[in-house]
């Protein structure tokens, strides 16, 4: 529901209208549309738009055509800025590349990584310190260290960081240390993470469950944006086929689905998309074609030596070559590479 507000709404008509919905449990979102100020409350019952209606201060209440009223492309002018991390901004003309291994592992390392992607052209230097691994006996990461780590690389070559934070407890850390806070595949729907993201306000990279619909992505966003954070970036980084030929199978369709959908950026990670470092450039082309608004890629300076994904994650010079690769694609769908 939303409740269109009077061009003479008070501020007091505006404080009861919000204590109303608050009063029921939900939470009201204060926007504007075409210069007309409004009031939504996703999820709000009949009896209450019906109440609502009768405010002084309320000129109409609209029903809301989506579940995900506050990410859908209709929500609001509050979005059409893009989601800016540091200097850089997912959504505008440029693609954003953020770049780094899949775990930090050593100082060597992520310093080494920073350098290169940064050479290259990343905007964001990723890398996990808190990994969710599939087994209980596979490196986990370097925890705090390795957030410590990464934000002295990151500052080191001017990259802000973005990592992942698998619960709840961690958000706190995570977000001492990192500019963007990721939500992994594995957590897309781990509700209390995403309320936790949402009301720590860091922008949050928010990647697409290998089992998800992508109105279930919508859905896990619309938690973030409810629990009061807008600066979300969708992810689609593959879902899981009958196919074993590749790690999971890279869904090409939901980027321009998601960017009619939703306006929320939308980047791809072709790394856990395919799993297979030759076939990595090939899909990274393809979502950047596709209206992708970045791209997120695993580098290793030694894949071989790699404690996780080292199969998928790119040499140095293969990162360089892609990179030199996509500016000619970028361009010939209006946009254009930092
Ligand atoms: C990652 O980006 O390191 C990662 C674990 O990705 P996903 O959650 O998509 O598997
Ligand atoms: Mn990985």
Redesign the pocket.
């Known amino acids: 529901m939303i409740a269109l507000l009077t061009l003479d709404c008070s501020l007091s008509e505006k404080a009861h209208i919000i204590d109303a919905i608050e009063r029921v449990g939900l939470r009201a979102h204060l926007d504007r549309l075409e210069g007309r100020e409004r009031i939504g409350a996703p999820g709000a019952p009949a009896e209450l738009a019906r109440s609502l209606a009768t405010f002084s201060g309320v000129a109409d209440v609209l029903p809301q055509e989506n579940a995900y009223a506050l990410v859908a492309r209709s929500g609001g002018e509050l979005p059409e800025n893009g989601v800016r991390v540091g200097p850089a901004v997912f959504g505008g003309t440029e693609i954003v590349v953020s770049a780094g291994p899949?775990a930090v592992e050593t100082a060597a390392q992520i310093e080494e990584t920073a350098q290169i992607v940064a050479a290259a052209g990343a905007r964001l230097l990723?890398g996990?310190a808190f990994?969710?691994r599939t087994s209980p006996y596979s490196f986990q990461g370097l925890g705090e260290e390795g957030l410590e780590l990464l934000a002295r690389a990151g500052a080191a070559t001017g990259l802000p960081v973005v990592t992942?934070v698998v619960s709840p407890a961690e958000v706190e850390v995570v977000a001492e240390h990192a500019d963007m806070l990721?939500v992994?595949?594995?957590n897309m729907q781990n509700f209390s993470l995403l309320r936790a993201v949402g009301e720590r306000g860091r922008p949050v990279l928010l990647?697409r469950g290998m089992m998800s619909t992508i109105e279930e992505l919508l859905l896990a966003a619309e938690y973030v944006v409810d629990a009061g954070n807008p600066d979300v970036v969708l992810c689609e980084?593959g879902i899981r086929s009958f196919d074993r030929a590749t790690r999971n199978t890279f869904d090409v369709t939901a980027i321009p689905l998601l960017k009619r959908e939703t306006h929320l950026p939308v980047i791809a990670?072709p790394s856990?998309g395919c799993g297979v470092r030759e076939l990595v450039p090939h899909v990274a082309r393809a979502a950047i074609a596709a209206g992708a608004d970045g791209l997120?890629i695993e580098v290793h300076p030694r894949p071989d030596e790699a404690l996780s994904?080292g199969p998928q994650s790119l040499t140095p010079q293969g990162f360089r070559e892609l990179m030199a690769s996509l500016d000619p694609i970028a361009r010939s769908v209006g946009r254009r590479m930092g």
């Open positions: 899949c990723r996990g990994k969710p992942e990721q992994g595949a594995r990647k980084r990670d856990h997120m994904d």
